[in-house]
């Protein structure tokens, strides 16, 4: 079992990018899906889960809707991170984490210049 991270890069400051994890092995379904962060220095921080039923938390700005938002597809097995309006301190490696396998992806970078 595994899960997989994609659609990092660059972006400028005020622009979007949308990232995917992928999970392989199991089906994703049956858990709850959380988008962590870490940026140089930096604790890990929770970013946003969603649960099996589909109600989603944003940790990040929870203030600011629509910057940050948590989806999935059962289907695909995928889950999603929307992210909109980035700012220069939104730059970290973001990674994907289902707790209850205790899975980890290996995280793609998002850099976003000022």
């Known amino acids: 079992a595994q899960l997989v991270e994609s659609g990092g890069g660059l972006v400028q400051t005020g622009g979007s990018l949308k990232l995917t994890c992928t999970a392989s092995?199991?089906?994703?379904?049956?858990?709850?899906l959380s988008w962590y962060r870490q940026a140089p220095g930096k604790e890990r921080e929770l970013v946003a889960s969603?649960?099996?039923?589909?109600?989603?938390?944003?940790f990040i700005d929870p203030s600011e809707k629509g910057r940050f938002t948590i989806s999935r597809d059962n289907v695909k097995n995928e889950g999603y991170l929307q992210m909109n309006s980035l700012k220069t301190e939104d730059t970290a490696v973001y990674y994907c984490?289902?707790?209850?396998?205790?899975?980890w992806g290996q995280g793609t970078q998002i850099t976003v210049l000022s």
């Open positions: 984490h289902i707790p209850t396998r205790k899975l």
């Open positions: 969603i649960e099996l039923s589909g109600a989603a938390i944003t």
């Open positions: 092995g199991f089906r994703a379904r049956g858990y709850n």
